[in-house]
């Protein structure tokens, strides 16, 4: 069916019209500062065109402002007219106050005796609200559709269902274009989230900041009962340099199937969803951010204390955590810091990034203190594949729950084929899915379990019904895990003595939870990471424990799936406890790789080559290829010194910086890089010895990490 | 040996440990006429042998000096094409004090090129380095030509002496300059026989 669009065009000279406290609603005001509007809402109504700006002078505005910018259904027939408009503080623009210039809700939309609703509510492609004070609002402070930029304001003391301070929800049916929404600058604090107890009851997300991005199909003839969606577009939103600090989720509702399992929220702080149809695209960028002292309520099952995030459909979807603060915040559940699930199915594509953030004292009742990392695919074919990389964050003091896991980072992957029908799942499983963590600084963080500094659980599961009598055919389920270059220091586990029977502590540095089920395959490799002066209250091992399975299918018995375990130019150094170890294989297919590590200082065994059910996980202490001496590292930088043993010249790179092997950090060493410097993996002045950071490419950072070691000589 | 003896051996050994301030007074008997000028604690760099330096050399000059502090130049004397960067070795002889480095007026800082000065003692060594950076992102940072004759300053180090000494100042191994050549876009390291690297000698002595 042809569709007719009427759309209202903004003036190529848009008008400014003015708000002032001493103004008066009356038709043709705003024209002027001396003959301003009294309201935001009658200068939106009545005097504005798309595009025009309405500039709001100093002063407290008791109101609830909608200014939607597009049409609101039902409406038959729909009415295309979209009227975006830019709010903006006169105050802000003249002196960069958002002080000056308040939108109180109070009284008024604050869900006191009257109806709950945001105290500004915009949206439409290119509307803006800029520099205000915002507070009182009952259904969020700003509540925003559309490509709506949301920019230096104040946003504190609001309550809602979702989203407390801010709503964003960038999804595609009622605008043409794509919606880009950008949430920036603002300081957003001390707003409340508390999930409904009546009507229909919701999940009570996003105390801070709520954004989702839907790229929804278009559809001109729906179902009756449901809305069309008249048009496609792909969502990107950017929150970027925002305070959030002091908000709070809420949620006693409890699952009204079984009237038992809590239902959860999620991203005390800061909350986002990408969900886009097959043919759809959503981003979600969340980068410079400062995130502090957001809470996940007691009584609450609440994940991501500070960020929560998480992808979600069946189109292309990114995310992205870059560079933000994240300190002090809380969740009942996992990740106290940071939440980020991918979560894919059938025939999505999706990537997820965590990169370069700082994560500090945060606290998790559950998983993951610092960051809760969730990986998950079903169904997902080759080709499509993810990417899910946690690299360069800084993740320091954070505690999982006493007994929760993971005290620094819990990784959590997944892969599953629950069909082998075609038209329900891709026709060609994906032959491999791959996290990386690679490059993070874990350090004193503490497990109520295991896994002080990190702990990762992947699970590969190619069956897709493995239940007796209906048992389908299997298909290839594959994970590889990398985790590389990561800096593991002075975690703890504390286990749990005060219980009967006490529960161990496993894994104090590092703990691998690989299982593959039916002919699936889990790869687990783990190099260059530098492992040191965790400890564990009573357990075992205080470095690398990995506990690998491989359960029998109730289906075919006997046939089990692989777990590789690859272990490489590790250093590995007093912890307590056994450095690398775990329990023996037994009817687990595991095969394990060990070379060039260096493991030394711990008070029981180094590499676990005793214990009680032979044969175990290693044949000797050290295994050949391996290294039980001092790594010489620096008390400083844990970085092993120049003349460390482990820094061999038969080894297919170099970390040290003594890059021509010669026992010092000298010019012929800067002279490799400098010669080097911007070249990457594949060109012609690449040289992977000058790759200290085995980023792939020489850069400033390699030339720096030489630098402050230049001069360095062995004895 | 008289205490006035031992007051005069006492006052010469304050001195030459720098406290230049010490009137140590002389001739006979207190209250005798005229200012006393302490000794001073002169150093004295000279460049070589060979001086001057060579085609293709990396020598060792002389630069500005008052009393015991004195500054090496670095130079560089062509034909060299292309030059990028050098790292080397300057070996000290006793009593000297090396007090820091300066790329000032360096000819490799040319172009706006991102550059690397590093000096670093240890024991009775300065590691040095001088070098232009390549660009980030793959762009290419050609040397710099000194011409056949022309000489140019790659960086200076400065120094003190601490006592009166004689000594030499040589450049040793591991050394090496590398060149990237404009035309081919490709660097590679100058053979160390194809250099000469020049050092000098110092005398400090109390004047």
Known sequence: MAFTLVLTLGSANAATIYVSTTGSDVVGCGTATVSACASIQFAYDSEAISNDEIRVLPGTYNECVEAWGFPLYPASPPSLSDKPVQIVADAFVASGDNTATTIDGTGICDGVGNTALPTVTIGGTGAEFRGFTVTGGGRSGVFSQGGVAITNNLITGNASVTGGGIYVFAGSCYYAGDPVAVIADNEVTLNTVVAPTTGPIGSGDGGGIYVSAESNEQNLTPPIGELPCLFRGDPDITVNGNTVTQNTVANTNLDPIDGVTPLSSFGAGIYALTNSATTGTSQVTISGNSVSNNNVLTGTQGFGGGIWASTFGFGTETIEILDNTVDSNSATSDGGGISAWLTQESFGVHSFLVDGNTVTDNQAGGNGGGLDLLGFARDVGIGQGHTYTASNNDVTGNSSGDFGDGGGIAIEYETQRTTDDPALSHPNPADSLGFVVTGNNVQNNTAGLGGGGMIVSATANGDPDSEAPSCGIPLPASIDLDISSNLVLNNQADGESGIIPPIDVIGAGILILPTAVHTSRVTVNVDTNTVAGNNLDFGFVGGIEIQASTPDDACIAGNLGDVEFNLDSNVVADNSGVGVGGPPPGAAQLTVTVTNNSVTGHADQDYEAACANPPCLFAADPPPGNITADPLLDPVTYFPNVCSPVFDAGAGFFLSPDVNADDAIDGLDILAIAVSNGSSTGQPRFNMSTDLNRNGETDGDDLANMASQFGDICP | MNRRTILRLACLSAMIAGS??????????????????????????????????????????????MDADFDVDVMVTGAFADFFGAGFRVTLPPSVNFLSSSSAGSFILAGGAATQFSAVLQGNE?????????????????????GAGNSAKLLTLSFQATAPTTGAFTIGAPRQIETCNDGTETCSAVADGAVSWVGGSLMAAAI
């Open chain 2, 20 to 65: 230049l301030a010490i009137s140590c007074g002389g001739g006979g008997g207190s209250g005798g006429g005229g200012i006393i000028v302490p000794p001073v604690l002169t150093a004295t760099f000279t460049a070589g042998p060979p001086s001057p330096a060579p085609a293709m050399a990396l020598s060792l000059e002389p630069g500005a000096a």
């Open chain 2, 126 to 146: 300065i590691l040095v380095v001088a070098t232009r950076i390549q660009g980030s992102g793959g762009t290419y940072v050609p040397g710099v030509d000194v």
